[in-house]
């Protein structure tokens, strides 16, 4: 490789190909086609037309450099222009594989030899690849050299079909945070990515970072396939750290946090099919460890959805909110979507994990509160009072309570929504509620995590546990100043004391920042993530001792939009449609005063300064729970010029500019407020758009 010149590897997220050129020889193009159930296609031609230019032969190998363990079983050829390859993972009842590619080239020749595949003096050439594993096929050797064979379509007809398929997600959103230098813009991404500083912004870069995570999540979660693990789908690794599964006390929710408000709306139907699986899965976990009802599983999963404790590792085995975390998402599909079809058809994930919880959950014997017990807060540990010995197990860590609150108030939504006539169990979903514990404030002035003040062993720990009620959740808003202000500073403090150097973590805190209105901080952020906790050479998230983690790229994506629209606040009953004090409103929460609640969607909540000084910006085609796609642009000065709204479901929704709040005893955010124009809604710095279906309100 050294001898070639021009030699340039490529990723074009705009139509989702990828390629790679060595001059002055050959050129290729490859990416996955979902419409042509191709794995991989792969164009090879001369870069400078020439007849015959084409020479290569193709072998088939998986193994760990420096070892002579193939891991396969067979390696061979099928016709002449076809090979494959299979094994097993080892063990007993093992899952088995197998590989192949085919060659097709309309002039040249191709053969076989052995195992390996021979194209020669074509002028253009197309290698087919397949795999199939013995977990969707029972003959994935078979299923393989048939898919293969079945491929008749050309290069050409499978390259346009691929990218109308990807373009009809990815083309829904676009960004703009402003313009780069000529410099940035002549160098290699890698070097781009290492001449990021907070000084030295790259704006084209950040919106290429916020689209790669869109491109990733096209890329690996697809109608019947299974959702991203820890790798996404791009893990080499026969023994991978962690079995490459998913992890569900953060990183396969963060996998999925992009999803609805970035627009790949119709992509979530792998880790719905996941969460039902759990569901039933885990009715006998809770009726064998705990003697309850409903469903529960721990921390870890697997493509079997398995919901038992996993591993031995005493700060995480026996955390059992994974299913809980994750039955909200079903939750927010049905908040952005207004789809009644898809929340009847997952109502009962949300259900059987409460009915799993009024079992499960005891009294707390000093305030009896109603707490989960064991529990641990997830992977972190604290102090026994006046010792050094670390400890985990807990009863009621405030993870755990944040999650029951926001699930007991999507259920009883949702049982609206349904029309659903179970009286008694709502009544038991309202009276757990009024018996957990509130929002406690610890001895430095943050969130309390654990259900005592204890002294947390590691201030700077890179699981944001305790802030889960301010982001994803919903409960922490400028609206309370105290739990407001305690959140606040329980993120300043985890970020102070090192928080935030993993990749997953730091994508975390900037929607924590975001929600937070920390504008500079959701920017020293993102950087960080870019800079620090990103791969130069391929925009992926660092993730060691694994290769790398994906949920943080799908963590900062999410980040990004969080900064530029916000939705999850909702607004009680008000007799005016436009308030010039937001103090003149008050806030709702799910499941308090069913039905009579308004979205309240901000605009621009937490814009850095930095991301509107290269010439404005301008976000288009995000959604808002609610039912709403919306357009925005913003000046040089990080000020609003315009913004369209378009109702998807004719819903009622607030609008206001920035982030000033809501409620007499709000945090002092942005007291001066933005003023806001909408022509037949009124003006004022809070509008009520009373919308019709499918009307857009520029």
């Given at each position: 490789?050294?001898?070639?010149?021009?030699?340039?590897?490529?990723?074009?997220?705009?139509?989702?190909?990828?390629?790679?050129?060595?001059?002055?020889?050959?050129?290729?193009?490859?990416?996955?086609?979902?419409?042509?159930?191709?794995?991989?296609?792969?164009?090879?031609?001369?870069?400078?037309?020439?007849?015959?230019?084409?020479?290569?032969?193709?072998?088939?190998?998986?193994?760990?450099?420096?070892?002579?363990?193939?891991?396969?079983?067979?390696?061979?050829?099928?016709g002449s222009d076809t090979i494959i390859m299979g094994g097993g993972s080892g063990g007993f009842d093992p899952i088995i594989y197998a590989a192949g590619a085919r060659i097709v080239a309309p002039t040249g020749k191709v053969s076989t030899i052995g195992d390996t595949a021979f194209c020669r003096n074509a002028t253009e050439a197309w290698v087919y690849f397949q795999s199939w594993t013995s977990f969707r096929q029972a003959d994935p050797r078979t299923a393989v050299l048939d898919d293969l064979k079945a491929v008749t379509a050309t290069y050409p007809e499978i390259r346009a079909a691929h990218v109308a398929d990807y373009q009809s997600y990815f083309n829904r959103t676009s960004l703009n945070l402003g313009t780069s230098t000529t410099k940035q813009k002549?160098?290699?991404?890698?070097?781009?990515?290492?001449?990021?500083?907070?000084?030295?912004?790259?704006?084209?870069?950040?919106?290429?970072?916020?689209?790669?995570?869109?491109?990733?999540?096209?890329?690996?979660?697809?109608?019947?396939?299974?959702?991203?693990?820890?790798?996404?789908?791009?893990?080499?690794?026969?023994?991978?750290?962690?079995?490459?599964?998913?992890?569900?006390?953060?990183?396969?929710?963060?996998?999925?946090?992009?999803?609805?408000?970035?627009?790949?709306?119709?992509?979530?139907?792998?880790?719905?099919?996941?969460?039902?699986?759990?569901?039933?899965?885990?009715?006998?976990?809770?009726?064998?460890?705990?003697?309850?009802?409903?469903?529960v599983t721990h921390h870890n999963t697997d493509l079997w959805a398995d919901c038992a404790p996993q591993d031995n590792y005493f700060s995480s085995t026996y955390y059992s909110g994974g299913l809980a975390w994750l039955s909200t998402h079903i939750m927010q599909d049905y908040l952005y979507t207004g789809n009644t079809s898809f929340l009847e058809a997952h109502y009962d994930v949300p259900r059987d994990v409460m009915l799993f919880y009024l079992d499960f959950m005891t009294e707390e014997p000093i305030h009896g509160w109603k707490v989960t017990n064991p529990s641990i807060s997830p992977e972190n540990v604290y102090y026994l009072p006046n010792t050094t010995i670390e400890e985990a197990i807990t009863m009621g860590p405030t993870i755990d309570i944040s999650l029951i609150w926001e699930l007991i108030g999507y259920t009883l939504e949702a049982m609206e929504a349904l029309g659903m006539q179970e009286a008694g169990f709502k009544q038991e979903l309202l009276t757990l509620r009024s018996q957990l514990p509130p929002i406690q404030i610890s001895y430095f002035g943050g969130v309390q995590e654990w259900i005592y003040d204890y002294k947390e062993q590691d201030p700077g720990h890179r699981h944001f546990s305790p802030l889960f009620r301010l982001f994803p959740g919903s409960q922490i808003t400028s609206a309370n100043a105290t739990s407001f202000d305690a959140a606040k500073t329980t993120l300043m403090r985890r970020l102070s004391h090192g928080d935030g150097d993993t990749g997953w973590s730091r994508a975390w805190a900037i929607s924590l920042a975001a929600r937070s209105f920390l504008n500079d901080e959701v920017h020293h952020s993102l950087v960080h993530l870019m800079k620090n906790l990103t791969y130069s050479i391929s925009l992926l998230d660092t993730g060691p001792p694994a290769p790398f983690q994906i949920h943080g790229n799908f963590g900062g994506t999410a980040g990004i939009a969080e900064a530029l629209i916000q939705s999850h606040e909702l607004v009680g009953p008000h007799k005016s449609s436009t308030v010039n004090k937001g103090t003149q409103l008050k806030p709702a929460y799910w499941g308090y005063g069913i039905g009579s609640?308004?979205?309240?969607?901000?605009?621009?909540?937490?814009?850095?300064?930095?991301?509107?000084?290269?010439?404005?910006?301008?976000?288009?085609?995000?959604?808002?729970?609610?039912?709403?796609?919306?357009?925005?642009?913003?000046?040089?000065?990080?000020?609003?010029?315009?913004?369209n709204i378009t109702s998807l479901l004719g819903h009622s929704v607030w609008v206001t500019i920035g982030s000033e709040s809501i409620e007499d005893e709000a945090a002092k955010t942005d007291l001066a407020g933005s003023p806001i124009k909408i022509d037949g809604a009124g003006s004022g710095r809070f509008v009520l758009l009373a919308t019709e279906k499918g009307k857009r309100i520029p």
């Open positions: 490789m050294d001898k070639m010149n021009g030699y340039e590897r490529w990723l074009d997220v705009s139509d989702g190909t990828s390629g790679c050129t060595i001059l002055p020889m050959v050129w290729t193009t490859s990416a996955s086609s979902w419409p042509a159930n191709l794995l991989v296609w792969l164009r090879c031609a001369c870069a400078f037309p020439r007849t015959g230019g084409v020479s290569f032969h193709l072998h088939l190998d998986w193994s760990t450099p420096g070892s002579l363990n193939r891991w396969e079983d067979y390696s061979e050829k099928s002549g160098m290699t991404t890698g070097d781009r990515v290492n001449a990021t500083t907070q000084n030295t912004f790259d704006p084209e870069l950040a919106s290429l970072y916020f689209q790669f995570g869109r491109y990733l999540l096209i890329a690996t979660s697809r109608a019947g396939t299974l959702p991203p693990n820890l790798q996404g789908i791009w893990n080499s690794d026969f023994d991978p750290m962690w079995g490459s599964k998913y992890t569900i006390n953060i990183n396969l929710q963060m996998n999925y946090w992009p999803s609805l408000v970035t627009n790949l709306v119709g992509l979530n139907s792998p880790l719905y099919n996941l969460i039902d699986q759990m569901r039933i899965n885990g009715t006998e976990v809770a009726r064998a460890m705990y003697n309850a009802s409903g469903s609640k308004t979205t309240l969607l901000r605009l621009l909540p937490a814009l850095p300064t930095q991301w509107a000084e290269n010439g404005g910006g301008s976000v288009n085609g995000v959604l808002a729970r609610g039912g709403f796609e919306v357009d925005i642009s913003w000046n040089s000065k990080a000020e609003l010029t315009g913004a």
